[in-house]
């Protein structure tokens, strides 16, 4: 907790997105962001211990949250609107535990089918997330013949993404797709590893998203 606060009050980052968050219904907002100038959106695992998604976001921003149908209650997905000027940017932090069974193939379906609707909107996409998918080729944009990675892979290509960290964020793998399936890669710079935060086994990934205006606008973004 003294380590996120740090994070948070270094005045470094807008915007921090964490995957497998551990949060639980013990730990309240108040305890995670005692000064109260972030906006939190968090999606605790419920009935086991890990997982979950939470995002901190600068108060300043007056992010919108995305309101989720309830028929995908079940998926470790959270996402906002962000207004800038006159652009616009849907993100989302997504985790997909590392299963490939029958009912992970249900779950990257559903998973999926909610990027596709609430991803198909008029305005730059964000999607930040460990999809715990370590074999895909991203320069090819190729993967094994295993239903869950190519679904990853089709998605991907499908609505015109782009993947963005080609460096490994655990081990030897890429299992982050960090700020970087992204549908205008014009926005996003400077994205680069840092050092794991807490007892993560994952690097941390930075980057900035600039926005040309009259006035350039710049956000700092850091995601676990």
């Known amino acids: 907790m003294q380590e996120l606060h740090q994070l948070l009050y270094s005045n470094t980052f807008d915007i921090i997105f964490i995957t497998e968050s551990w949060l639980h219904d013990e730990v309240t907002d108040g305890s995670l ?13 419920k009935l086991c211990r890990g997982g979950g998604v939470c995002i901190f976001i600068k108060k300043c921003f007056n992010p919108i949250p995305v309101i989720f149908d309830s028929k995908y209650d079940e998926l470790e997905i959270i996402g906002f609107d962000l207004f800038t000027g006159i652009y616009s940017v849907r993100y989302f932090a997504v985790y997909r535990r590392p299963t490939f069974d029958s009912a992970a193939v249900s779950y990257m379906t559903e998973l999926l089918d909610c990027l596709s609707v609430y991803g198909s909107v008029n305005r730059t996409v964000v999607i930040v997330g460990d999809f715990n998918l370590s074999k895909i080729d991203w320069d090819s944009y190729t993967s094994p013949s295993d239903t869950i990675h190519q679904m990853l892979v ?13 460096f490994k964020t655990h081990e030897s793998n890429i299992l982050d797709l960090l700020g970087l399936i992204c549908n205008d890669v014009n926005y996003i710079s400077r994205l680069q590893a840092d050092v794991p935060f807490g007892s993560s086994d994952h690097a941390t990934i930075t ?7 009259k006035k350039q606008q710049l956000f700092q973004s850091a995601a676990k």
């Open 33 to 45: 962001v005692p000064h109260s100038c972030y906006v939190i959106l968090r999606k605790d695992r």
């Open 207 to 213: 980057f900035n998203m600039v926005f040309p205006e």
């Open 154 to 166: 089709s998605f991907v290509v499908h609505f015109g993404l782009t993947q963005l960290i080609n």
